[in-house]
């Protein structure tokens, strides 16, 4: 079966670049989910998209932006890189964005940012 | 705030046996709970999916409980096995929002 796709795995830049990190969420689904993982840290949630409209904002900073387009692929542009920036991010996706019964996330394998 | 807590932080066991991890939440007002595994630096890997309605769900060797009026869900591994040395997280997405809130983890050591 078809699982998130993210693109790059891996990406090094330097401090005050700009990265952009992509997301192919699983066929049909139409919501989106970017999380951030920290060395040693559970994944926060950053940012989310329903039917290419933001849905729910996390502890994405002022730097960070986000969209989904009419493919419902996402894209996370990150600018101004801080060496804290450094993390694994993980996208998900899931059929569905606020129902009665709320629907599974299904995560990528994540794009590791190493920022020097 | 929602906060989810996992104990122990970590546990080592030796294979064959059965264990029992343990997650809580503060706000009860949950749409569904996830139980995730991570081999280190890699994905996660969804395992269980409870919804708020039901009490619990079984997968193979594992069985995940959800007690959602007292905050916590526990996670079964029968017959421990080497491979599922991982960490394992707990999440939920809370009433009014779809984001996971996740757990702190237990890193699951079998020993061969």
């Known amino acids: 079966a078809a699982g998130v796709i993210q693109s790059p795995r891996h990406l090094i830049k330097e401090k005050r670049e700009t990265a952009t990190l992509k997301c192919y969420p699983i066929?049909?689904?139409?919501?989106v989910y970017w999380y951030q993982q920290g060395p040693g840290q559970d994944p926060q949630f950053l940012i989310s998209?329903?039917?290419?409209?933001?849905?729910d904002k996390g502890s994405i900073p002022d730097r960070f932006s986000a969209q989904q387009f009419s493919d419902y692929h996402s894209e996370l542009n990150m600018s101004s890189l801080e060496l804290g920036d450094s993390a694994l991010y993980f996208c998900?996706?899931?059929?569905?964005?606020?129902?009665?019964?709320?629907?599974?996330?299904?995560f990528g394998p994540g794009t590791r940012l190493t920022v020097t | 705030k929602q906060e989810v807590t996992q104990i122990p932080a970590a546990l080592s066991v030796p294979e064959g046996e059965n264990l029992v991890l343990n997650c809580s939440f503060t706000?009860?007002?949950?749409?569904?709970l996830q139980w995730f595994r991570q081999d280190p630096g890699k994905g996660l890997t969804s395992l269980l999916l409870?919804?708020?309605?039901?009490r619990e769900q079984t997968s193979g060797r594992l069985n995940a409980s959800l007690d959602k009026s007292s905050g916590r869900s526990t996670l079964y591994i029968a017959a421990s096995q080497p491979g599922d040395s991982a960490t394992y997280l707990c999440?939920?997405?809370?009433?009014?929002?779809?984001?996971?809130?996740f757990g702190t983890g237990t890193r699951l050591t079998v020993i061969p």
């Open positions: 999440a939920v997405v809370q009433t009014g929002a779809n984001n996971l809130f």
């Open positions: 998209f329903y039917e290419k409209m933001q849905s």
């Open positions: 409870i919804q708020s309605s039901q």
């Open positions: 998900a996706s899931s059929l569905g964005d606020r129902p009665l019964t709320s629907y599974e996330q299904y």
């Open positions: 706000d009860s007002a949950i749409y569904n």
């Open positions: 066929p049909r689904h139409d919501t």
